[in-house]
């Protein structure tokens, strides 16, 4: 489970901002929310998260910021290359580091992995580690880079162990590790299997859900897993969506027939990009229409194509299929989301963030996905669902938590900052959303007099009208 995450010099957060999902111990409210101990005697921990904050207030910044490190800790960088690390424009810090730091919990230890880098390289880097049921941090490793580009690694014992010859192999490892590479993706490489749940923590459990994301696994999960079909149908119905069942059907590739007038060296890139992917792995391509496909290698020289069909029921009570471009966008990005849903129902942990959460989805609907997101969790579940939003239907402490509310505000210099609805001292009977929209907790737009635009050609009458008074008088 993520305990917090702190980000400095990245985008729009100019200073160290950290964002936590530590509950609050004076928050008596939904107590069976919270995962008591997850992180520690005393610590608990909080399995949701809503964040609002005005248009560019810096909400998407903060999904891009920890897309940005997963990124960079899961696939690495190329000999040579930038590191595309953003810092904020609207001062004097592109010479200054950035900072990225991650608390949280898996196979029951907690970890603290952070690095501070600019675009050339990777600064400083650091790893700690509390094993489960002991209170002490202890180093797993520190590396420093100096101005030289020389890298320096520190290792703790829970890394090199007492073995002379396990040192010597990470310090080949620090030698060979590149000034724009991260340590840690230069050891998951090389097989150090101490720092392996770190990795796969990144890569397995923190998924991003960016605002115009559609779920590739979306196909092949209705072919392969019926509980997974199941899911999405049933909560289709639930949403009133019209559909009644939704399937997913493989055929053979036609080319001529599927895509006709498609250029010949286009058909040949997809084929070869198919081909490269081996067989049984997938390739989506997207039309400029945003028409989906799901292109397979079956064998040697077999493709198949894949679509989802969604089925209504015809007034005669036969089951009539549509495509997935026939549904209104709203509910195709409803497809696209409940899968989340089913992660954190059957997936023992799953951190999901997930951008604009209310994005084409009718107020009542969003608030039906939380509660259904809150619901499906089984009582030994790590999973968490971090989501931003506008939709203030959702500011209500009847289905969150004080401490699961967050706001991001910006500041007259542009820089964004995160602070807890806990915070404030409210009253437990307080309606949250007027409110928010008062502007009483901030992150609010707030707009200037809509004459000064000029636009209102009705704001000149009433002075005309006082002139001529004052002519006659």
Not at 3 to 14: P, Y
Request: charged share 25%; aromatic share 10%; hydrophobic share 35%.
């Amino acid at each position: 489970m993520l305990v917090q995450v702190t980000i400095e010099n990245f985008l729009s957060f100019k200073e160290e901002t950290t964002f936590s999902m530590v509950g609050v111990s004076s928050d008596q409210h939904h107590a069976d929310h919270i995962a008591v101990g997850a992180a520690g005697k005393g610590r608990s921990l909080l399995p949701i998260s809503a964040i609002y904050g005005a248009n560019a207030a810096g909400k998407s910044n903060l999904i891009k910021a920890i897309d940005f490190a997963k990124d960079l800790i899961v696939e690495g960088t190329r000999s040579g290359q930038t590191i595309p690390v953003s810092p904020f424009k609207l001062g004097d810090y592109s010479k200054k580091p950035s900072k990225f730091e991650f608390i949280f919990t898996y196979i029951g230890n907690l970890y603290s992995y952070g690095f501070k880098l600019n675009t050339t390289q990777i600064l400083e880097e650091w790893l700690y580690i509390t094993p489960s049921g002991k209170k002490r941090e202890v180093p797993c490793f520190e590396r420093v880079t100096s101005e030289k580009k020389e890298t320096k690694v520190e290792y703790g014992s829970t890394l090199k162990g007492r073995s002379e010859k396990r040192k010597q192999f990470l310090d080949f490892i620090a030698q060979g590790t590149r000034p724009n590479q991260l340590f840690l993706t230069e050891a998951i490489e090389r097989n150090v299997q101490t720092v392996k749940p770190v990795v796969d923590w990144f890569r397995k459990v923190l998924t991003i859900i960016p605002a115009e994301a559609t779920y590739r696994g979306l196909e092949l999960g209705i072919l392969s897993s019926k509980e997974f079909t199941n899911f999405l149908s049933d909560f289709l119905r639930f949403a009133g969506t019209g559909i009644d069942s939704i399937g997913a059907e493989e055929v053979d590739l036609d080319f001529d027939y599927h895509f006709p007038g498609m250029p010949e060296n286009m058909r040949e890139e997809l084929l070869q990009e198919i081909t490269e992917a081996g067989e049984d792995s997938v390739v989506m391509m997207e039309s400029p229409l945003r028409k989906r496909y799901l292109l397979m290698k079956v064998a040697q020289s077999n493709f198949s194509l894949i679509q989802l069909r969604t089925q209504h029921r015809h007034e005669n009570g036969q089951l009539v299929d549509f495509s997935m471009e026939e549904e209104s966008e709203g509910t195709q990005r409803l497809i696209n989301l409940i899968p989340a849903l089913f992660l954190i129902q059957e997936k023992p942990e799953k951190v999901i963030l997930l951008d604009e959460l209310d994005r084409r989805l009718h107020p009542l609907l969003s608030r039906r996905f939380i509660e259904v997101a809150l619901s499906c969790r089984k009582p030994s579940s790590q999973s968490q669902l971090i989501f931003t939003t506008h939709d203030t239907n959702l500011l209500d402490l009847d289905l969150l938590r004080r401490d699961e509310i967050w706001f991001v505000e910006k500041n007259q210099q542009g820089a964004s900052h995160l602070y807890s609805l806990a915070e404030f001292k409210i009253q437990s009977d307080i309606k949250i959303e007027k409110g928010y929209l008062n502007g009483r907790f901030g992150a609010i737009p707030f707009f200037g007099d809509i004459r000064s635009l000029g636009w209102l050609d009705c704001e000149t009458e009433p002075s005309k009208k006082t002139d001529s008074k004052n002519e006659k008088a």
